[in-house]
């Protein structure tokens, strides 16, 4: 062990050294001086793009050594892992219910809040952004899994053709004869070694990197503008918080057989990547690699689920999804029927699977489920207001649902974790 910080304290440290300069920056005690906000700007996007960089060689790369190594049972493991996106999602997706109905974020004194609430000044850009939507976004997703061409998909960040892709190709490099697989596998574990360890050398300078995100966020939407707002960021971040920590600590600790302690702890790099950045796809290379080397989860394994679950596995998505829903339909006064609220569970479980992992996704799928219960798709605006800081949080539970479904389909497979003895000093 040296004497190093961990790399998790290290950024916990940037996180909240980060925060107190936005916030400072925010109530004018330090002036936000373009010189400071552009420098914050710069190193924030840096992060972002070495983070991003590094998806679609991470995908490929892990996806076909990840599959390739499936002698047999392939569908056994696919279908675990299905299972458990849809078990865990539905669980989020009742959490997000009880708790709104539970706290009633919507109402005051039994009184609708919606009218009094005034929509954010940039209300009008996110309309234009979501009208138009519905089901032909779903059908969309169904088209992206088999794209026409594998370079425009690249370049369009169309991750689930590549991922479909890579799937097949792990698969028939695989059944190779002999020779050839093994001359195709080195190549591609190789060339897995060589992006991973770029990903550790780029994850070096991930407290800089959080640093500049939290300042930079916080510098821009502070806290008073959310005042209003209060109770349902409360409300949503209990029913995440209890999410995490109880449903999903609870598959940890009796389905796999692991100790949620040491796998939060495991993965707490990848938790706070997915805050600051607010994308699991950009947390991808992050999560991969802290479920390799500090959760002790095979490449086999880890290699399969992570990509898909970065993809399509979004626990957090669908709880808000659910709970923003019907917190605007308590704000404004409508009252949703048992049959709507169901109507809001279905589609807030299908939505979530073809949500992007990018920032601020789940804002469309939420105009979807708006026009299915009859809602006013201007009420969305109201959302506005809270939506950075709530989406790093439930970004933050769309990732540890990730590394949760790894240990869960390596439990199912028969695997031991093998996690090293410390990843305790500098990771
Ligand atoms: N930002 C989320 C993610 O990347 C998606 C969303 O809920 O908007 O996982």
Redesign the pocket.
């Known amino acids: 062990m040296s004497g190093k910080l961990a790399l998790h304290w290290q950024m916990l440290i940037a996180m909240v050294l980060g925060g107190l300069l936005g916030l400072l920056m925010n109530n004018g005690a330090i002036p936000a001086a373009p010189a400071l906000t552009s420098t914050l700007d710069v190193i924030a996007q840096l992060f972002m793009n070495s983070l991003k960089l590094l998806v679609i060689p991470v995908v490929v790369t892990s996806m076909i050594v990840g599959i390739s190594r499936i002698d047999s049972g392939i569908g056994k493991l696919g279908g675990y892992t299905l299972l458990y996106y849809v078990a865990s999602s539905t669980a989020a997706i009742i959490a997000g219910l009880f708790f709104v109905n539970l706290l009633s974020p919507g109402l005051v004194d039994g009184v609708a809040v919606g009218s009094h609430i005034a929509l954010p000044a940039d209300a009008g850009a996110l309309m234009q952004k979501v009208e138009n939507r519905g089901a032909g976004d779903m059908l969309n997703l169904f088209l992206s899994m088999l794209p026409p061409n594998l370079v425009t998909a690249a370049s369009e960040g169309n991750l689930l053709g590549l991922i479909v892709f890579s799937l097949l190709y792990g698969y028939f490099l695989g059944r190779l004869p002999t020779e050839q697989k093994q001359s195709q596998l080195a190549f591609w574990e190789s060339a897995q070694a060589i992006v991973m360890g770029i990903a550790t050398l780029f994850l070096r300078a991930a407290p800089i990197g959080v640093f500049a995100l939290i300042a930079n966020v916080l510098a821009r939407t502070g806290f008073a503008a959310m005042a209003p707002m209060a109770w349902f960021f409360v409300t949503v971040v209990l029913a995440l918080a209890f999410h995490l920590g109880v449903t999903l600590s609870f598959l940890l600790w009796q389905v796999a057989k692991a100790s949620p302690r040491q796998h939060f702890r495991a993965m707490l790099p990848a938790l706070l990547t997915a805050f600051s950045t607010?994308?699991?796809?950009a947390t991808l290379p992050v999560t991969l690699r802290c479920l390799r080397e500090r959760a002790g989860v095979s490449e086999r394994v880890s290699g399969m689920t992570v990509p898909l679950g970065a993809t399509i596995n979004?626990d957090g998505?669908a709880l808000?999804e659910c709970a923003a829903v019907l917190f605007l339909a308590q704000a404004y006064g409508v009252d949703l029927s048992f049959a709507q609220q169901l109507t809001v569970v279905i589609i807030a479980l299908v939505t979530s699977i073809g949500?992007a992992?990018?920032?601020?996704?789940?804002l469309v799928a939420i105009a979807i489920i708006l026009g299915a219960v009859g809602l006013p798709l201007e009420a969305i605006g109201l959302l506005l207001i809270t939506d950075r800081l709530l989406?790093m949080c439930?970004?933050a539970v769309?990732v540890y649902s990730d590394s949760v479904a790894a240990v869960f389909v390596a439990s199912r497979e028969g695997e031991q974790l093998s996690p090293p003895d410390s990843h305790s000093a500098s990771d």
């Open positions: 607010a994308s699991s796809n979004m998505t808000y949500v992992g990018i920032p601020a996704a789940s989406d439930r970004t769309n």
